[in-house]
């Protein structure tokens, strides 16, 4: 949208005006933040009735993108961006005297997801929009996000995130487009004289639900997709048997909070409700736009939209569709039975066992006993079907309901046309191992879309010196089109090119250190190398091999201060589940080596150790571009992508990571030499688990450096440890080392050396560099979102 610097101006001032009564002299950043968000608001309302409008009357199909965790971050830049108003905006308010960096910070972090599945979530609705693709999300507005990580004496201390203090100026209530949701009482079929089983209900418990829309804007378009979020609310109107405070607690408490965990199933009532809740308030408000609005005939719905299934959260869409199909809209069971399947899709983001959600029979049935019938007739129809064509083994490992449970990723892959991993290694080993049973009997359904990242936010918002510098090499198509990166491989001899791109490096470490010593309160010298590890602490993950790494360079200092060592900043972002205890300790053990080396004169500015608290989308922003280099060292097969990888790849950053997820594609894209790669292998992790032949107690006997090590973790080397060294000194060498750290170790100094080594050759480091930003063009989401588009959810992109 064409905006010029006057209009803006003028609009902004009226505004602040209007809205708060003030001025420019008087003004807070909150007020100028909210007067600005309406401007900008004003300026895309018409583009986003517009575009609706356009697709009420071309009738398109559209996709809807359930998810229970959407992770946006700040929406400011990124709307001002889309809108192709960051610069006109920037330069008019520098005109009053504001800059529109400080007033970003009044922003709260939109931070209603926990990590990886969320923030995908939130990328994929930057790039469909930007890509013209008719899609939309669906999930909760949880009125407490992810907690606040607060770190005191080394450990992790969780803070409410009551982010909608201030207002929310982006989304929009729509009260008009309520719906109910009900729960619990008793449900029974009655024959209605033409043969049809009507279900009959009572004493149920009834909740509303209001939908929050929020624009998904695109970038330099004309389309914006919708992200609606559901929030709980008491009806109006109510049976005396609810009318207690009881009742109304708990149906606030629906939309309330996040559940602060990742990888990991929590079989709490409450999570169950948070599920049914928004994918019932979810599919009602799509039937009820496309049978009111549209006129559309139900019986071929699966023509006009598209439901993903993302993770197996929200898969109790499978039964709930098929309810409205049957019960409220009449149509018969298999014919409402191959719509669903069309319909729905699933991805599967992780094979981690304790991720794998199963509710017991007896709570879905009471909570939801309609939905339980109908559950109940899938398997047995399903069942009664297969049997007799693939036996009763396959037939038996594959049902929905088993051992009093129900499994929802089977009903996930029973009930969807489509699962899918998100890359290559894990959709082979959902295919191979893990999902084998299903791959026989559906080998169809079964395929690979590699994630992706928002390149958008994830460089020309978080690292404008970079795209500067990218611009003037070779021009500004590739902002259109990531592949367009591949033009810099000209560049790679080119003394100017990589001149600036370590200039640009080393300014955006530089911005890093000055956050560093404001958080942190240390100094961290901007020539060493900026080593960054940040995603959610798990096991899986081992930051712990980071750590002990880490301890190994320091000894090897203490031993002899004079060495010659490229000095190193290593720098931690993690939150860890509340209720991960182990995970938990591993948080206060780093922090506690970092008290440790950082006070240590001997060490001087060699090492130093940051933990940044309250890792975020914000925070990920400004660290991502700084480092040097990115640890993506989970144990091979655990983890299923990764996307931080991918947005260290965009920035320049160098990776030392393992043949795990989408790590291994990355590896590939920028070509060998560019990253450092160690580790044992998905197939090396997979014998030792045929042969159950690893003992980390032998390395730990035999392997000086280990021993060393890991003593310090027990014998008080580190101040201040208290039992947390114990506790992680026996995961290794009395539980025999679930991931394998102490397997990993040496090959992993050795890449390390390496690494090293090739910083001291600046030039070839910048040219890894340059290769890395060259090649990251398939990383983007904008390629994922096509490939749902095409395979999956057969929706077309509009056209400029
Ligand atoms: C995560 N899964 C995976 O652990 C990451 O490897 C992956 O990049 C992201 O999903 C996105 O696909 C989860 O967050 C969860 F919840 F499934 F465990």
Known sequence: MKLSKKQFKQDFEERLTSKFATDLTKAGYQEIYDALASVVKHYYANIWVSDNQYKDETGKKQAYYFSIEFLPGKMLKSNLLNLGMLKTVREGLEDFGIELDEVAKVEPDMAIGNGGLGRLASCFMDSLASTGLPGNGNGIRYRYGLFKQKIIDGYQVELPDSWLNNGN?????????????????????????????????????????????????????????????????????????????????????????????????????????????????????????????????????????????????????????????????????????????????????????????????????????????????????????????????????????????????????????????????????????????????????????????????????????????????????????????????????????????QKAKYDDKLRLAALIKEKNGIIVNPDAIFDVQVKRLHAYKRQLLNALHILKLYFDLKENPELDRVPRVFIFGAKAAPSYHYAKSIIKCINEIANMINNDQTVKDKLKVVFMENYNVSLAEMIIPAANVGEQISLASKEASGTSNMKFMLNGTLTIGTLDGANIEIFEAAGDGNNFVFGLTKDEVYEYYRN???????????????????????????????????????????????????????????????????????????????????NVGRFSSDRTVKEYADDIWYIKAKKE
Request: glycine residues 4%; hydrophobic residues 35%; charged residues 30%.
């Open 169 to 501: 100026p982006w989304e929009v209530r729509r009260a008009d487009k309520a719906v109910e949701v009900t729960f619990g009482g008793e449900v029974w079929l009655e024959d209605d004289g033409k043969g049809n089983l009507i279900p009959h209900y009572k004493d149920q418990e009834r909740v509303l639900a209001v939908p929050y829309d929020t624009p998904m804007i695109g970038y330099e378009n004309t389309t914006v997709n919708n992200m609606c979020l559901w929030r709980s609310e008491v009806p109006e109107e109510l049976d005396p048997k609810f009318q207690n405070l009881e009742y109304m607690r708990q149906t606030s408490m629906l939309s309330a909070e996040l559940y602060p965990d990742d990888s990991n199933y929590d079989g709490r009532l409450l999570r169950l409700k948070q599920e049914y809740f928004f994918v019932s308030a979810g599919l009602q408000r799509i039937l009820h736009h496309y049978k009111g609005t549209q006129k559309k005939d139900i019986r071929r719905i699966s023509d006009y939209i598209a439901v993903h299934i993302n993770d197996t959260h929200p898969a109790l869409c499978v039964p709930e569709f098929m309810r409205l199909l049957v019960d409220d809209y009449g149509v018969g069971w298999n014919r409402a039975w191959d719509t669903t399947v069309k319909v729905m899709s699933y991805t599967n983001h992780t094979i981690l066992s304790e991720a794998l959600e199963k509710w017991p029979e007896e709570m879905v049935k009471q909570l939801l006993p309609r939905i339980y019938q109908i559950i109940v007739e899938i398997d047995r129809r399903r069942t009664a079907e297969l049997l007799p064509k693939i036996g009763a083994s396959l037939v038996h490992n594959t049902r929905i309901i088993k051992d009093g449970q129900i499994h929802m990723a089977n009903l996930s892959i029973i009930g969807s046309h489509s699962t899918n991993g998100v890359a290559k290694l894990h959709s082979d080993l959902l295919k191979d191992v893990e999902l084998h049973d299903f791959y026989e009997i559906y080998p169809e359904r079964f395929n690979n879309k590699t994630n992706g990242i928002a390149d958008r936010r994830w460089i020309q918002i978080a690292n404008e010196r970079l795209s500067g510098i990218i611009d003037e090499t070779i021009g500004k198509s590739w902002r259109h089109d990531l592949d367009e990166l591949k033009l810099l491989k000209n560049f790679k001899d080119d003394e100017k090119t990589l001149e600036k791109l």
């Open 692 to 774: 159950g032949n690893y003992n980390a107690r032998d390395i730990f006997e035999q392997n000086p450096v280990v021993n060393r090590i890991l003593n310090a973790l027990i014998d008080g080397t580190i101040p201040n440890i208290k039992s947390e060294g114990r506790e992680i000194f026996d995961s290794l060498t009395v539980y025999n080392d679930e991931y394998f750290v102490l397997r990993d170790f040496n090959d992993y100094v050795r890449a390390q050396a390496d690494l090293e080594k090739l910083y001291r050759d600046p030039k070839a480091w910048a040219q890894a560099s340059l290769m890395n930003i060259a």
